[in-house]
């Protein structure tokens, strides 16, 4: 049942594996044209293979790449940035102007303290931009300054407890009415509503808000974008706190501010590939709060996880066959 398409454009696709691929390839019609947009200096792809690089690495497949920075994104501390960290040159910290700014703050615990308050007050008062227009993104979820103790504290500051908003605990999360939320794995099977009309299907990734927390039917409703999704307890093991969420879960997504905790964390999370993936989150505004030192160590480690893929090589053998 190949979709009837003349042609499949398909954004991201360093986040696409070789399985995903398979399965859109089968449902493409032989006449019809495939185009592959995407960044191969982001993470790669959660599932497996080397999808992306491979196809790029293999010479096969025609390509273009867009280099020229044109003039009014020329103006952006975050692209100009984002451009030099991707060649290896480490990020001015000291222009603090425009739309990118470095906080230092070497202990991790006022690290964690600064990143409250930007989120709270400082943002929102200063700068317009309320707390569910800025992401928290950190490399790791443990420490200090990991999503895990992040999200405690900004959820404690920007929504506290109160007769109001009742809540509900599962594991070691308390999901409160107002609270921002992530969905961590797909479901094709839950049923949302937006007004009149219904659907199925959230997605790993997608982020919402609670609005209501019915103990008495045991109910959380949270909306995505205009989409009402009922959870039953069974069904919260699949949400997360999202005030403050891992650089690889938001990949793919953007956000008008962005703060990203720089402290010290394993050498496998604090990469190039990482901080130029979370520099590119930010539409306008982009924070760095922690320790310079492992700004520059990110930037000069351009350690890539290694994976063994046999695709390049094939698509190579067939284009000389």
Not at 235 to 255: F, N
Request: contains cysteine; hydrophobic residues 40%.
């Amino acid at each position: 049942d190949p979709l009837r398409a003349d042609a499949v454009i398909v954004d991201e696709t360093s986040m696409v594996d070789i399985t995903l691929m398979y399965g859109l390839l089968r449902a493409l019609r032989p006449e019809c044209r495939l185009i592959l947009v995407g960044d191969p200096d982001q993470l790669p792809s959660v599932g497996p293979g080397n999808l992306f690089s491979d196809l790029i690495r293999s010479g096969v497949v025609p390509m273009v790449r867009l280099t020229e920075i044109f003039r009014q994104a020329a103006e952006s501390a975050i692209i100009r940035n984002a451009h030099g960290v991707n060649r290896g040159e480490l990020p001015d910290l000291r222009d603090n102007k425009h739309d990118f700014f470095f906080l230092r703050r070497k202990d991790p615990a006022r690290a964690a303290e600064t990143i409250v308050e930007l989120v709270q007050t400082r943002l929102p008062q200063n700068m317009g931009i309320p707390p569910e227009q800025i992401q928290v993104l950190s490399p790791t979820r443990k420490r200090v300054t990991g999503t895990a103790a992040l999200n405690r504290a900004i959820q404690e500051a920007v929504n506290p407890p109160a007769p109001d908003r009742p809540e509900r605990r599962f594991g070691e999360y308390v999901f409160r009415q107002g609270d921002r939320v992530m969905q961590v794995r797909n479901n094709y099977d839950v049923i949302w509503k937006d007004g009149l009309t219904t659907g199925m299907g959230v997605f790993n990734g997608d982020i919402g808000r609670i609005v209501e927390v019915d103990n008495r039917s045991e109910l959380i409703t949270v909306d995505f974008e205009g989409r009402l999704v009922e959870y039953t307890p069974d069904m919260l093991g699949e949400l997360e706190p999202a005030y403050a969420i891992t650089v690889h879960k938001a990949q793919g997504s953007e956000y008008r501010a962005v703060i990203l905790s720089v402290s010290d964390g394993a050498p496998v999370l604090l990469t190039r590939g990482v901080l130029y993936t979370a520099i590119t989150r930010a539409r306008e505004l982009l924070i760095l709060v922690g320790d310079e030192e492992v700004v520059a160590r990110m930037t000069a480690n351009d350690r890539q996880q290694r994976r063994y893929s046999g695709l390049r090589w094939r698509l190579v053998q067939i284009a000389n066959s």
